[in-house]
């Protein structure tokens, strides 16, 4: 998928659902405009912010993809999440005025930043963009919590699961397949977001394979069976449009 010009606006967006204009009218998008004017692009690799950045700014992701990860007392890094289009970075940072995590981009990509101050100011006068604000601010708390049944009591083989259908309902609420996309995470990444060895990551894709539940070409997958997939992670199927 191509990155959008710099010229696209809120209202013009092809995430713009799934992000902070969310319910607003259409001068209130106008308004929201005017302190998201700044964009930034980044190469592979390149990194948004690093842990013990000044928080002062969120990111909304227009294209591309980002891995979270904190940095341990022993100086390993542990990835936290995987951020798609439409999604926010920089939450974190919010409670304790630095961020404890660094952004990395997965693959060229680009995102709006929006300056806290001015977002927080223009919120008090929007009531719909406070309440965007405090249901993406649950949504984050949400996503913790998820990680930490991923990552608690599952086998390899559900946590793998989960984690492809995590994605594909991702994908799908921003309208795209639910049962073919391309990974932009290595599998070094998947094995450290999931707390297993690279080598497991790839024998259960294999695995997967040759159960008939997956269709692995390089970083593609396609999801053959998807309710199989799905009761193998110990969940339901059921996507949001």
């Known amino acids: 998928m191509k990155n959008p010009s710099p010229a696209v606006s ?41 842990a013990g950045d000044p928080f002062s700014c969120l990111y909304a992701i227009r294209s591309g ?18 951020a798609l289009p439409g999604e926010l970075l920089g939450l974190d940072g919010y409670s304790g005025s630095e961020h404890p995590s660094y952004a990395e981009a997965l693959e060229d990509s680009s995102v709006c930043i929006l300056p806290f101050t001015q977002l927080e100011g223009l ?8 309440k965007q604000i405090y249901t993406i601010f649950s949504e984050e708390l949400k996503q913790e919590n998820d990680v930490l049944l991923l990552l608690g009591k599952r086998s390899a083989e559900m946590r793998l699961a989960a984690l492809l259908l995590n994605i594909s309902s991702r994908y799908a609420r921003r309208g795209y397949s639910a049962c073919e996309f391309v990974l932009s995470m290595a599998r ?40 199989a997939l799905s009761e193998l992670a110990g969940t339901h199927c059921s996507y949001e449009s």
């Open 10 to 50: 809120c209202g013009s967006c092809s995430v713009r659902k799934l992000c902070l204009p969310t319910g607003l009218a259409d001068e209130e998008v106008e308004q929201l405009e005017q302190i998201t004017r700044n964009k930034k692009t980044l190469k592979t690799g390149d990194l948004l912010f690093r």
């Open 188 to 227: 070094m990444d998947i094995a450290n977001y999931l707390g297993l060895t690279a080598e497991t990551v790839s024998r259960l894709f294999s695995r997967f394979q040759k159960q008939g539940l997956i269709d692995v070409r390089g970083r593609a997958v396609a999801i053959i069976d998807l309710v």
């Open 65 to 82: 993809s980002f891995k979270s990860a904190v940095i341990g007392a022993d100086g390993d890094s542990q990835i936290t999440h995987f």
């Open 123 to 130: 919120a008090q006068k929007v009531p719909a963009l406070q």
